[in-house]
């Protein structure tokens, strides 16, 4: 990699318009090789090249907010969602272009046929990597339950929710 | 469930089921399909108690032992005559039989079994106390229960020596008389080494669990502990009568709490609010699982006390308790209102009496129809989840 600057420049040289007029100046001395020197400014579109590093949330649930403008991606630990043992999740909020998104979060839960939700008021708060850590969760009771993410940004807050179910 | 296992359950439950075909109409033993049989695993078997990170010795034996000799003693209260033992009666099942406790003076709730207390997440019928070591802390001081004293109780565990030195090996030195934060401590480490013992009240090998080990192993032998009227009671149990929505998992309780509607003792309107009060008087207690006196102030326990919702939801809500033992545990409900498990049943079965939820209260009740056969039926299972296969020696004074 450290060549191509060099025999880019020669390149560029034996196009100029009189390529007798004077001979080609001397390539620029090689920078030295330790490991700490900067790369040089053309390395970096071979560098963009290299593999990504995967999203946190690779591999998480994905739940489409009601009215479709958040992609809501979470996982549970444990895995899945026991009953009547405390859970927690991993939340991250995409936009539509799938970026992370800066939004606030609530959750909640119920079970829509009992008219009832969780004992408990989950603990939120945001992570390094741009999601929310959610403590504190508990399923009680066997049964369908609603587990539902509002997302909020400025005035307007839309629901995204998923079903779980435990028999 | 390894791909083995769910083999020969699925086999079990085939082969119940041609049992079931001939059996149902001379009211035999019931068939169970697949997903009945699924449900039926999730209540047995019942491991040991949870960890207790809140109490360092609450798996400690001499804590155990200690706590044993501290649950029969009655020079903790006023007058002398009561300890934890005189509603707790090891003879009775840890009940005394009666709709209302009696310490000092007539209290307003059933004194709960302590059979499985090391199971609860919660304890008293609102939860107010978070941890088996914060509950007793309250009747050894109340007017009405023990009356004692923390200065009262130091004073005796300096006084006799077969309290004071076991304490005083396992917790250091006793506190003076005038050091009120150390006899804080004190009053503290009584309540973990009750702790200690209590949680060795374990019942959880019942017929029930043995007709699920008959189902897991495929082994007629074993499923025959559960008479045909109890598997019957058993299929009600899972299916029609919805009573797994709360006494779920194999201690047969949420542990979290619920309203019955059902009227107080004397009749009238509801009185108790129950686990509303409940919740503010454990966030004010200095017992809780993230006061001083705790041994993990940031895990589980604290978590949940943090997270704790107190909405108008929870006025009337009291804990489920645990059906292992049940049919020994006569009366029933918080106020003992229930003289028997029959009525029990017939009053889930008709909510007769009992005052309808409002909009803010959860909806789970709903008249059962049993007809008087299936109530039998349903009587027979819970008294199938009987055991009470302890040490002898956990029920008596331990000898000096």
Same mark, same amino acid.
């Given at each position: ?61 994905? /739940? ?6 958040? *992609? ?51 603990? !939120? ?43 | ?5 769910? /083999? ?91 709709? !209302? ?24 019928? *609102? ?69 200690? %013992? ?20 495929? *082994? ?15 299929? &009600?149990? !899972? ?22 509607? &059902? ?15 409940? !919740? ?51 009366? %029933? ?68």
């Amino acid at each position: 990699m450290r060549i191509r600057p060099v025999v880019l420049a020669l390149t560029l040289a034996a196009c100029g318009a009189d390529r007798y007029a004077e001979p080609p100046p001397p390539p620029a001395p090689e920078a030295p090789r330790t490991p700490d020197a900067a790369p040089a400014a053309p390395i970096a579109p071979i560098a963009r090249t290299a593999p990504a590093a995967p999203p946190a949330w690779q591999g998480a649930a994905a /739940t489409l907010s009601n009215a479709g403008h958040w *992609d809501v991606r979470w996982t549970s630990e444990p895995a899945p969602i026991p009953e009547n043992e405390p859970f927690a999740l991993t939340v991250w909020v995409l936009d539509r272009d799938g970026e992370l998104a800066d939004v606030d979060l609530s959750v909640d839960a119920a079970m829509p046929e009992h008219g009832h939700g969780m004992n408990r008021v989950p603990r !939120i708060v945001e992570r390094e990597d741009g999601g929310f850590q959610v403590d504190g969760l508990l399923f009680h009771m066997p049964g369908r339950w609603e587990l539902y993410f509002d997302v909020t940004r400025g005035a307007l807050t839309e629901r995204a929710q998923v079903e779980v179910v435990l028999e | 469930m390894n791909p083995l296992g769910a /083999t020969l359950l699925g086999v079990g439950a085939v082969a119940l089921g041609v049992a079931s075909a001939v059996g149902q109409q001379a009211r035999g033993a019931p068939g169970f399909d697949a997903e009945q049989v699924a449900k039926i695993l999730t209540h047995s078997p019942l491991g040991p108690p949870p960890a207790d990170p809140t109490n360092t010795w609450a798996d400690d034996p001499r804590a155990a032992r200690l706590g044993q000799r501290l649950f029969f003693e009655r020079r903790f209260s006023a007058n002398g005559e009561v300890s934890c033992a005189t509603c707790h009666v090891p003879d009775r099942n840890f009940t005394d039989g009666e709709s !209302i406790a009696t310490g000092l003076q007539r209290g307003e709730r059933h004194t709960p079994t302590l059979w499985n207390a090391g199971y609860q997440r919660w304890y008293f019928w *609102d939860g107010r106390a978070d941890s088996l070591w914060a509950q007793p802390l309250q009747p050894l001081e109340s007017a009405v229960e023990m009356g004692g004293s923390r200065a009262g109780i130091a004073d005796l565990l300096r006084e006799d020596p077969r309290l004071g030195a076991p304490f005083a090996e396992l917790f250091g030195p006793l506190p003076a008389p005038d050091d009120a934060p150390g006899i804080d401590r004190a009053f503290v480490h009584v309540g973990k080494a009750l702790a200690a %013992y209590e949680r060795r009240l374990v019942s959880r090998r019942a017929p029930f669990d043995v007709f699920v080990e008959g189902l897991r192993e495929d *082994d007629s032998d074993k499923r025959a502990a559960l008479s045909p009227a109890a598997q019957r009671g058993l299929q &009600i149990f !899972i299916g029609k009568g919805r009573c797994r929505m709360c006494h779920g998992g194999p201690n047969f309780s949420d542990g979290e709490f619920h309203g019955t509607g &059902i009227a107080p003792l004397g009749g009238g309107n509801l009185t108790d609010p129950a686990r509303y009060r409940g !919740i503010q008087r454990l966030l004010a207690d200095p017992f809780n699982a993230k006061g001083a006196f705790s041994d993990e102030r940031d895990g589980q326990a604290a978590l949940a006390l943090e997270t704790l919702a107190r909405g108008p939801e929870t006025w009337g809500e009291f804990k489920t308790p645990t059906l292992r033992n049940v049919a020994l545990t006569a009366p %029933y409900m918080h106020q003992g209102q229930m003289a028997t498990l029959a009525d029990v049943v017939r009053f889930y079965s008709t909510l007769e009496g009992s005052a309808p939820p409002g909009h803010h209260q959860e909806q789970v009740l709903r008249p059962l129809g049993l007809d008087a056969g299936e109530q039998a039926d349903l009587v027979a299972f819970l008294e199938s989840l009987t055991d009470v296969d302890v040490d002898p020696a956990l029920l008596v004074p331990p000898p000096d």
